[in-house]
T-cell receptor, first 113, second 111 residues
Framework: DAGVIQSPRHEVTEMGQEVTLRCKPI?????LFWYRQTMMRGLELLIY????????DSGMPEDRFSAKMPNASFSTLKIQPSEPRDSAVYFC???????????FGEGSRLTVL | QKEVEQNSGPLSVPEGAIASLNCTYS??????FFWYRQYSGKSPELIMS????GDKEDGRFTAQLNKASQYVSLLIRDSQPSDSATYLC???????????FGKGTKLSVIP
């Protein structure tokens, strides 16, 4: 069974450019989470969805960040404009009947120059 | 603000020894507790979950929970070099499905 699929795996861009990260959750999972991981701050929850509806976006750092989940099998995280401090690994994770048993994708490593 | 605290390590143990990893959390209403393992350059993977006070054993791993002390630990028996990784403690809040992660403890098992 396929796990959580993220793309791109690596993204290098210049400050000010738009970045779109993509995620396909595990089929049948009804929760989807976007996390960001840095050495300094660890894993931080940005936003999560339940049945495609955003439930809590309080972790989104600022208006430059937005996330959508148009259907049960696809979500995007967009950063516009990007800044060097956005450099991190962005993980998407999904779960079913949540008790916190998240399944993570392989992550998207973003470098903003 | 909910906090999950872990010693960053590194924690070094010889092969075959018991590794003990600890975690404290601030939200007294937390209900679910997890340990994830993350190899360098990889994504976190769930290794243990625990929901009630006491011990839970799974193979070489034992999770221990003490809600009164707001403390959760992970013991790894007969540590192997392949256990070398960062171990992340994660906790859900009261009435919430939101997981808060600690920054992790880096474990190094020396052959």
């Amino acid at each position: 069974d396929a796990g959580v699929i993220q793309s791109p795996r690596h993204e290098v861009t210049e400050m000010g450019q738009e970045v779109t990260l993509r995620c396909k959750p595990i089929s049948g999972h009804d929760y989807l989470f976007w996390y960001r991981q840095t050495m300094m701050r660890g894993l931080e929850l940005l936003i999560y969805f339940n049945n495609n509806v955003p439930i809590d976006d309080s972790g989104m750092p600022e208006d430059r960040f937005s996330a959508k989940m148009p259907n049960a099998s696809f979500s995007t995280l967009k950063i516009q404009p990007s800044e060097p401090r956005d450099s991190a690994v962005y993980f998407c994770a999904s779960s079913f009947a949540v008790r916190g048993e998240l399944f993570f994708g392989e992550g998207s490593r973003l470098t903003v120059l | 603000q909910k906090e999950v605290e872990q010693n960053s390590g590194p924690l070094s143990v010889p092969e075959g020894a018991i590794a003990s990893l600890n975690c404290t959390y601030s939200d007294r209403g937390s209900q679910s507790f997890f340990w994830y393992r993350q190899y360098s350059g990889k994504s976190p993977e769930l290794i243990m979950s625990i929901y009630s006070n006491g011990d839970k054993e799974d193979g070489r791993f034992t999770a221990q929970l003490n809600k009164a002390s707001q403390y959760v630990s992970l013991l790894i028996r007969d540590s192997q070099p392949s256990d070398s990784a960062t171990y992340l403690c994660a906790v859900t809040g009261a009435g919430s499905y939101q997981l808060t992660f600690g920054k992790g403890t880096k474990l190094s098992v020396i052959p």
